[in-house]
């Protein structure tokens, strides 16, 4: 059944984050894919995450639609013009991808790349409407298409926001949901209560919202994204639960496990599981569930 299906019919989906080589080997990518593909809906691949030069989502994502799996591709609005977003677009149609995830990505300082130039031709609201555009058989420039995608198109939503920055959240959600945003990808949740305030303002029939359990990899990892990582925040016991514990990596996927099973029995449209190239630790914190 594919992810779109399974969103219409209000199932729990499970996403597994896998990143595309740095290098054209492609098989660690496809091998560690391969292994829970039985517990995984999709496997969703980003586009260069954190601005680290990789290979691109497109050629992630047909990599593993050719093996036989169904993946969401990341678009992203900080590295191509209209030109190339749209030609990516159509040629990721054409390759059997019909999920994608419009982000307007990470400043490339923070990358691996820092004399690279942002290109930032469209915004991401423009991206999405480009998105509806060609669905609807036109380019940006108003020009027939010969075959119109299908996509079932997703984005982010910071769910955790507070005060001024939530409304301007919700007003934002509204937006993109008008735009053809089906389903929508939080930061990493460790603290389910935090989504309280943002679940309250919207209506999750009309929308997929679908929180990202991280897997932590130390104690130290948890503290400083509790402190330095915006719309994140990791409880105290949390950090002591990983000092104290005699093996913290299995500590950890255990606490990935069992964020996954509280999400699911709140009643959220699914998850996605990041863990920023630990995927061969997969396997542990999905056979739990």
Not at 15 to 36: H, Q, T, W
Not at 248 to 263: D, P
């Amino acid at each position: 059944m594919h992810l779109k299906t399974k969103i219409e019919a209000g199932e729990f989906i499970v996403l597994a984050e896998m990143e595309p080589p740095k290098g054209a080997d492609i098989s660690a990518m496809i091998k560690n894919a391969r292994r829970v593909k039985e517990q995984v809906d999709a496997f969703l691949i980003p586009e260069m995450s954190n601005a680290v030069m990789r290979m691109s989502a497109l050629g992630g994502a047909i990599a593993l639609q050719q093996a036989g799996m169904e993946t969401v591709m990341q678009i992203c609005c900080r590295d191509r013009n209209r030109l190339a977003l749209q030609a990516d677009l159509l040629a990721a149609s054409a390759c059997g991808i019909s999920t994608v995830m419009a982000v307007a990505g990470q400043d490339p300082r923070f990358g691996d790349h820092h004399e690279a130039k942002a290109v930032y031709d469209i915004t991401l609201m423009e991206l999405l409407e480009s998105l509806k555009k060609l669905q609807d058989g036109k380019d940006m420039a108003g020009i027939d298409l010969k075959g119109s995608p299908r996509f079932l198109v997703g984005s982010t939503v910071q769910a955790q926001a507070k005060g001024e920055s939530l409304e301007s959240e919700i007003e934002l959600l509204n937006q993109k949901n008008n735009s053809g945003v089906r389903f929508f990808i939080t930061p990493p949740v460790f603290d389910i209560g935090v989504l309280g305030p943002f679940l309250n303002r919207i209506d999750r029939s009309r929308v997929a919202i679908i929180p990202t359990v991280l897997l932590l990899k130390s104690a130290g990892m948890a503290r400083y994204m509790s402190r330095n990582v915006e719309h994140v925040l990791i409880p105290e016991s949390l950090i002591t639960r990983i000092q104290n514990a005699p093996d913290k990596v299995r500590e950890c996927t255990h606490i990935a496990s069992e964020t996954i099973a509280a999400l699911r029995s709140q009643g959220f449209s699914g998850v996605l599981v990041s863990t920023i190239g630990w995927e061969d630790k997969l396997p542990d914190i999905l056979e739990k569930i």
